[in-house]
Structure formats: C-alpha cells, structure tokens
C-alpha cells in the first residue's frame, strides 16, 4: 500500500488570503447592494452598523416621508426588494401606514410604536428618531 506525500505549504500571510474565487482565477461576484455600499462610502469600515435596516428605513422615512422605495432602497444600500418587505413588515406591526397620493405614496410613522426587543421595550419610536435626527 503507498503512503500518501504530504506536502508542506505555508500559511498565507495577513493580507494575502485569497477567495475560493480568487484562487480559481475567477472574479468575485459582488451584489448590487454590496457594491453600493462600497461605491459610496470608502471609509465605511467593518461590513456591520449598530442600527437594523429596518431602523434605517424609519429614518429616511422620517427625514422624507414621501420617499419611493426605490430612493429608500439606495439611502440605505439594500434592495428595493428588501424595502419592500421591511415596509410591509414595519405596516403590519402597526409602526408605520401609508397612504397614497396620486401615484405615490406617503408614509406616516407612529411614533409612539413601542421597540419590540425586550432590552428596549421601554422607548419609543419617536424617541430613537429624534436622537437619531436630532429634532
């Protein structure tokens, strides 16, 4: 029976590492919403924020309450596919409703909509935004 040959290979230094992409010779795939990210803000730093994207979307619907979701979708950097489920599920918790106007519609949030993880079930809505937009 033969042995197998071990061959020794050193580890990749920092920095060095490469994708299974990478080491194939072919381009990294990146989404749409990733990429914008990237584009417009260099400096983002690490790939993670303190606030949830549904936070995010109460915020530019507060700056703007007539914003498309489209508009929503490139403020916060995700989808207009995952706005569209962050506005239904934010509707059907009773944080928010929308009334429409022509075409378009507008937004109106209840502020006084409690948070719903138990760490912060004591604040409201309109207390996050105003520290958030400072109003």
Not at 36 to 56: I, R
Not at 80 to 92: A, F, K, N, S, T
Not at 122 to 127: T, W
Request: positive net charge; charged residues 30%.
């Amino acid at each position: 029976m033969k042995k197998a040959a071990v061959k020794n290979v050193k580890p990749a230094s920092k920095g060095v590492r490469k994708t299974l992409s990478e080491a194939a010779g072919k381009p990294e795939k990146i989404s749409a919403p990733a990429a914008t990210k990237a584009a417009s803000d260099p400096a983002a730093g690490p790939g993670w924020t303190f606030l949830s994207n549904h936070t995010h979307v109460l915020v530019a619907l507060a700056a703007e309450p007539d914003l498309t979701l489209r508009d929503i979708a490139q403020r916060v950097g995700i989808t207009e596919r995952g706005v569209i489920r962050i506005v239904e599920e934010l509707e059907q918790a009773g944080v928010l409703s929308r009334e429409r106007e022509g075409r378009r519609n507008r937004y109106a949030l209840n502020l006084q909509a409690s948070l719903r993880h138990p760490l912060e079930r004591h604040c409201r809505i309109g207390e996050l935004l105003d520290l958030i937009l400072r109003r």
